[in-house]
């Protein structure tokens, strides 16, 4: 499938085009692991131009997990709201009170250990262990998963992102993983930008739905109102949000299931902590 030459090759293009086109972030800026772990719950299903300005005001208000985890969930959501998936405003908040009651205020350095932080799963570990750290971890997201496949899968369709780690594993530049995978991941959005998508190929594409309409977004109008305006019963909050009843209380229901609002004797805010 692959050849050591056709590594070489793959990691001298990558690599030279990152030299030329390499993109600017304020989170390869500042690469505290902090203001790594914050980039990453706000880049998960985010562009990273709607992130910029998010990512800045939150490291301003916020520059350590001892700052976030003193704050309320109220106040956090308030400065989240624009970003959309709240649930990761929630789990930010609680990684970051349980790096200061267990790890001493310092983000975790591996992957193992990262996992067991709340809302983390494998690429989040592995991303913020390469980025904060320099681990020669291996993880895949949408960019890097372009990347690979325009490479080594040109002709292929439905390709397992199995068929895709070895080639991962074997090109890590393992003295410097962090500008590796900023590589990878920039050569795989111009990928995206100049012609067709190359992750269309991959066994596990799936087209993001649309926002407007989506109850996504109805929990989105719920969240700001609450976190924006105050407390309000369910009458008021119709009133704010146009969301017919129905809808609204279902919307309240999974939210509180998400431990993001609570309700009581019909007043419902977002929690305290």
């Known amino acids: 499938m692959f050849s050591s030459e056709s590594i070489s090759a793959f990691k001298t293009e990558v690599n030279a085009f990152f030299t030329q086109q390499g993109r600017s972030f304020p989170w390869r800026e500042n690469t505290t692991p902090w203001g790594v772990a914050v980039s990453e719950f706000m880049l998960q299903q985010t562009q990273t131009e709607r992130v910029t300005p998010f990512f800045k005001r939150w490291m301003e208000r916020w520059p350590t997990p ?9 106040d956090a959501l308030r400065e989240w709201v624009g970003l959309g998936y709240n649930k990761r405003c929630r789990f930010l908040k609680e990684c970051a009170r349980v ?5 001493g205020g310092k983000v ?7 996992t ?14 390469c980025f904060a750290y320099n681990y020669p971890s291996v993880f895949i997201e949408t960019n890097i998963r372009a990347t690979i496949l325009n490479f080594f899968f040109k002709d292929a369709a ?22 590796w995978y900023w590589a990878l991941m920039d050569y795989g959005a ?3 930008k100049t012609g067709e998508n190359p992750s269309r190929r991959s066994a596990h594409y799936a087209k993001q739905s649309t926002f407007d ?24 909050l119709a009133f704010r949000t146009g969301i017919a009843p129905d809808d609204l209380y279902r919307a309240l229901s999974a939210l509180n299931r998400d431990s993001i609002v609570a309700e009581q004797e019909g007043v419902y805010q977002i929690r305290e902590r």
Not at 108 to 114: I, M, Q, R, S, V
Not at 158 to 179: G, M, T, W
Not at 213 to 236: C, H, M, P, T, Y
């Open 99 to 103: 790096i200061c009651v267990k790890h």
């Open 158 to 179: 439905s390709v397992s992102d199995k068929k895709l780690v070895p080639i991962l594993e074997e090109a890590l530049d393992r003295e410097n993983p962090r500008q």
């Open 190 to 192: 111009a990928l995206k």
């Open 108 to 114: 975790p350095e591996t992957p193992a250990e990262l």
């Open 66 to 74: 001892a700052a976030l985890a003193d704050a309320s969930l109220e």
């Open 213 to 236: 309409g989506s109850f996504r977004q109805l929990r989105g109008k719920v969240v700001r109102s609450l976190a924006i305006d105050g407390k309000a019963n369910a009458e008021e």
């Open 116 to 129: 067991q932080l709340p809302g983390v799963g494998a690429y989040t570990a592995g991303a913020v262990a």
